[in-house]
């Protein structure tokens, strides 16, 4: 019954060396996330789609990509990892997008941890 | 951009005993505040949400306080149990549900 299903759980890569991650949802939700959270640190959102309309933060490298081919899916593209990338990526979920209506709560999917070599 | 503080970064209780967070916001736009319980290695659980037209909200031994004059809000764990140990996150958002993490803190119940 997972909602927000991840994978790799574990990835490892080299450094330069580009990756992919997934993220698939069973609740049907408009808005995906991807989120970074380094080691003893709070998740950081990198962007999110609602729907197929894309919005990056402004603080997010231009080394990551996403692309949300349907509904749901969505990808996590690192084109170039540095070591500095190492991290656990989260993906979420939400029905809306809009802070105070009853859809807005984030469902996390359990994480990809990266490792660059 | 909003920015959530938390405190405190570590807390120990022994079993039986509450437990209170407190995280202050700076965004007077922000008008959703989720509570987040992460454990080793696992993904961030919503335990609790207060949107900003309530004060007060509880689901069995958890509540949540907020205060939109003061821009804070806290959570209360009564009764805490050793499955309680985690690392707790609060967020706030606002307008575009961009949630903004505390730096979040590393409870442990003692038994």
């Known amino acids: 019954d997972a909602m927000v299903i991840q994978n790799p759980r574990y990835q ?6 580009p990756v992919t991650l997934s993220c698939s949802q069973t609740l049907n939700h408009n808005v995906m996330y991807w989120y970074q959270q380094k080691s ?10 609602y729907d197929k309309d894309f919005n990056n933060e402004a603080d997010t490298p231009d080394n990551f990509q996403s692309r949300r081919p349907n509904t749901s899916f969505c990808f996590l593209d ?11 990526y989260l993906c979420a979920t939400s029905r809306d997008r809009t802070s105070g209506s009853l859809g807005d709560t984030q469902y996390f999917g359990p994480g990809t941890r990266l490792t660059v070599l | 951009g909003e920015n959530v ?3 405190p ?15 202050t916001y700076s965004d007077s736009a922000s008008n959703y ?29 958890i ?6 004059t003061a821009k804070h809000f806290s959570l209360h764990i009564t009764e805490t149990q ?14 575009a549900n961009n949630l903004f993490f505390g730096t979040g803190t590393r409870l442990t119940v003692i038994p």
Request: charge should be positive; glycine fraction near 8%; charged fraction near 25%.
């Open chain 1, 12 to 17: 490892v890569t080299q450094f330069g060396k």
């Open chain 1, 40 to 49: 003893s640190q709070a998740p950081k959102l990198l962007f999110h789609y």
């Open chain 1, 78 to 88: 690192i084109r170039s990892p540095g070591l500095g990338d190492a991290a656990m």
């Open chain 2, 5 to 7: 503080e938390q405190h």
């Open chain 2, 9 to 23: 970064s570590t807390l120990s209780v022994q079993e039986g005993d509450s437990a209170v967070i407190k995280c």
């Open chain 2, 33 to 61: 505040f989720p509570w987040y319980k992460q454990e080793l290695g696992k993904r961030p659980q919503l335990i609790i949400d207060i949107r900003s037209n309530v004060g007060e909200k509880k689901d069995q031994r």
């Open chain 2, 63 to 68: 509540a949540v306080t907020l205060n939109k």
């Open chain 2, 82 to 95: 050793p499955e309680d140990s985690a690392v707790y996150f609060c967020a706030a958002s606002g307008g």
